[in-house]
């Protein structure tokens, strides 16, 4: 059993996570979050908008899962969404192409149709289901298409990420914010991708959970006003240079930066953000790279993208956050597509004095020439660039008309004009966060096994495998677990009365009197709980319970009356464990 497997089997025995629909048989790219990995995932989620909303002030919206056609024509998701798709001829099973060659050409991302289907041949590529061969390679898009509303409705699609809301909602956003730059908007929210053959587990999901930041900024002001919060940050930096001599680096924000690594303070400031979460919430420092596409694999409109990658046991590196600079892709072709300027207005430090080639059409002798076209023509005029009116002729098109302006029916001039500010369009810095990725990566991180023996095991008499789950202490679904030592009233009340001041101080706690001890600190240490008190009839006697540590077993005597304070500031005021009792 791999570790893939140890971490699945706790997840689905503990309640983390279940099959989807498994009474009627189940089927593949879908899992359900049980109590506990439910608790987990908002807690993942809770850190994000922390960082993300409250310290760097990033408001938070909802957008409709479903878009109409129009958005995504926009975005470009219709056209070119899509997966390279190919069918066993034997057994009709259907496989993502390009993962079918992995163990042949690890990046094949960037190949065509055609390239995919000559080395699928070249190399007696075979079905892994049946070992039949293998049909001609095909686009898919991997889009759920809908219908809104009753008979034919209007299209719709289930959308594939979260950030098209934001992009729609540019201008009222801008308006929120007073139209200053830089300003953002985040979002937390499911999106949906029908996979070609989900077969990973929560690493690929056809429903899955998004944390998207879409950050608007100056295009001529990439500098980031709060870099030295991270400047001096240590990154694995896998950046394109580094792919071609096979081994990562380890280098500092404010050298990636200098040395044109990494493209901008902005963005660089996003990486070492990405860094900050992702380690706050358990994943393991030297599991942790960030690999730069390379210039064959980068979007057409991006400036520089890097991916956040974590090491998983059985699929190795794994995206789970990409971090972009879009450039002004998007704003600019939602504003193709709604003939709807989206730009920001930028005020100038100091008014500039600027030269303005102005057209002047003549109206007087352009009403009897052109009648009711006159207005129409006038501004196409205006709309042409100063070289058109060095031409013989002057053209321009109307209703798909072309008509010739004689020059004596136009003026232009050179005029001087004072300009406070411009129109732009803003660029868009984009960390886009897979949570059920972050999540699995997590759990595995967090997973650990030890031989306890003997003498140190509680309630045991034999050496055992103890399994625990070393979380963040501020990510642990359940914060505290509460344990009468039996199931008498006298330990039960004391133990109840425990728990209800515990959740008064906003703590996540479970009550447990099954079992024996031994086994009840066993069950905890499997989910994670960082601690456990204990009540027995020394608290009787002295109103003291024995608080127990996860992560090393070790145990102190604690006082009921501070018990809530204790736990709190052990939590999340980082008290050591030594200090707050006595040590048994």
Not at 57 to 64: A, D, K, S, T, W
């Amino acid at each position: 059993m791999d570790r893939y497997e140890q971490v699945i089997e706790l997840a689905k025995r503990r309640g983390f996570l279940w099959n989807s629909f498994e009474l009627y048989g189940g089927t593949a790219g879908f899992y359900d979050y049980g109590p506990l990995g439910s608790t987990l995932k908002r807690g993942i989620e809770q850190i994000w908008r922390e960082i993300y909303v409250i310290q760097e002030g990033f408001m938070e919206i909802e957008c409709p899962t479903i878009g109409i056609e129009e958005v995504f024509v926009a975005s470009g998701h219709v056209g070119g969404f899509s997966d390279p798709l190919c069918e066993c001829e034997q057994c009709k099973e259907a496989f993502r192409a390009d993962h079918l060659i992995k163990h042949i050409m690890e990046e094949a991302d960037g190949l065509s149709n055609e390239e995919l289907d000559r080395i699928v041949e070249q190399n007696g590529v075979k079905c892994p289901e049946c070992g039949g061969n293998i049909g001609n390679i095909y686009e898919f898009n991997l889009m759920f298409k809908t219908q809104i509303g009753p008979g034919s409705g209007r299209k719709g699609y289930l959308r594939p990420e979260t950030a098209q809301g934001m992009f729609v909602d540019f201008l009222k956003l801008a308006r929120y914010y007073r139209d200053k730059l830089p300003f953002g908007a985040t979002q937390i929210g499911k999106s949906y991708r029908n996979e070609i053959s989900p077969r990973q587990g929560v690493i690929r999901l056809r429903e899955f959970t998004q944390a998207e930041a879409e950050i608007f900024i100056d295009p001529m002001v990439k500098s980031h006003p709060n870099i030295q919060r991270f400047e001096n940050t240590s990154l694995n930096l896998y950046s394109d240079t580094a792919q071609e001599m096979g081994r990562s680096q380890i280098m500092t924000i404010r050298e990636a930066v200098d040395k044109g690594i990494i493209a901008h303070e902005f963005l660089a400031y996003q990486v070492a953000l990405v860094d900050h979460f992702l380690q706050r919430v358990g994943i393991a420092a030297d599991k942790l790279r960030f690999r730069q596409h390379r210039k064959d694999e980068m979007a057409h409109y991006a400036i520089d993208c890097w991916d956040a990658e974590v090491l998983t046991d059985r699929f190795g590196w794994v995206e789970v956050v990409g971090i972009a600079d879009r450039t002004d892709y998007d704003l600019s072709a939602h504003a193709k597509m709604s003939k709807t300027e989206l730009s920001i207005y930028s005020e100038y430090e100091q008014p500039r004095m600027v030269e303005k080639f102005v057209i002047k059409p003549n109206m007087g002798k352009m009403g009897p020439m052109f009648k009711d076209k006159a207005k129409v023509v006038a501004e196409a005029l205006k709309a042409l660039p100063q070289e058109a009116f060095e031409k013989e002729e002057i053209k321009v098109s109307v209703d798909g008309e072309d008509l010739t302006v004689p020059r004596e029916l136009v003026e232009f001039v050179q005029e001087t004009f004072k300009v406070s500010g411009e129109n732009i369009v803003p660029h868009v810095i984009e960390p886009s966060f897979g949570i059920d990725r972050i999540l699995y990566s997590v759990l595995e991180h967090a997973y650990d096994e030890e031989i306890i023996p003997a003498k140190a095991s509680e309630g045991n008499n034999e050496d055992e495998t103890r399994i625990v789950l070393r979380f963040r202490k501020e990510v642990s679904p359940i914060k505290v677990a509460v344990l009468p030592l039996l199931t008498r009233r006298e330990l039960i009340e004391p133990a109840k009365e425990i728990v209800a001041r515990l959740k008064d101080k906003g703590l996540m706690v479970s009550y447990d009197d099954s079992g024996t001890i031994g086994r009840r600190y066993r069950r905890n240490d499997e989910i994670g709980t960082p601690y456990c008190i204990t009540i027995d009839y020394d608290t009787l006697e002295d109103n003291t319970v024995t608080v127990r540590d996860r992560d090393n077993m070790q145990q102190v005597r604690v006082s009921i009356d501070v018990i809530d304070d204790v736990l709190h500031e052990l939590l999340y005021k980082g008290k050591e464990f030594e200090t707050v009792g006595k040590l048994l």
